[in-house]
């Protein structure tokens, strides 16, 4: 089977084991709750209110990466792959979308930008802060802190291997 192939079968199928994983841990977390947790009713207030606020927020990233642009120029783009997929394990405290405008650069290579974003995606979900889907899921579950990194942050781990290995071993 050629590399691509190979790659695209493993990455297919931890992908499968993350989505069960997930939902196990969802399982788990429903079932710790007796309460049943009601969302407000929407409204077509409610709901343009939060697409200005998205809008807003896409727009203060588009900003925050011009401002740092001269930084990423200076410091980032030359920097190997391997190096950048390992420091974008900071994502697990802070949220991805402001790395992601912060840091890519249409100059990056392929191979750049992918272990950048792998980097981002996998670390991501290893602590609430990591991105906003977290954000949401654990006030909608009612998960804390300390319950969230207990279950994620060693299969997040093992995910940054394995990730690691298909896209530079591999």
């Known amino acids: 089977m050629p590399k691509s192939g190979k790659n695209t079968t493993i ?11 997930t939902s196990t841990a969802a399982e788990t977390a429903r079932s710790r709750r007796s309460r049943r947790v009601v969302a407000p009713p929407e409204t077509s207030e409610n709901v343009l209110g939060r697409a200005a606020r998205v809008y807003l927020f896409v727009l ?3 900003f925050l990466a011009e401002g ?21 394990m900071i994502s697990a405290v802070l949220d991805n979308a402001t790395l992601t ?12 930008v992918r272990a950048i974003l792998t980097g981002l995606l996998v670390s991501g979900g290893m602590l609430i802060p990591g991105n906003v ?3 949401i899921a654990a006030g909608k579950l009612r998960i804390g802190s300390r319950e969230w990194a207990r279950f994620a942050i060693p299969i997040g781990a093992v995910l940054l291997v ?8 591999l």
Do not use: C, S
């Not at 890519?104 to 750049?112: S, V």
């Not at 394995?162 to 071993?169: A, N, P, S």
């Open 11 to 21: 990455t297919m199928n931890v992908a499968k084991a993350i989505g069960r994983a």
């Open 60 to 62: 203060a990233l588009l």
């Open 68 to 88: 740092f642009r001269p930084l990423i120029e200076r410091y980032v783009i030359g920097l190997d792959p391997r190096l950048l997929y390992w420091v974008n």
């Open 101 to 112: 405008a912060a840091e890519i650069d249409p100059r990056m290579t392929h191979e750049q």
């Open 133 to 135: 889907p977290n954000i």
């Open 162 to 169: 394995v990730y690691y290995v298909v896209l530079f071993v």
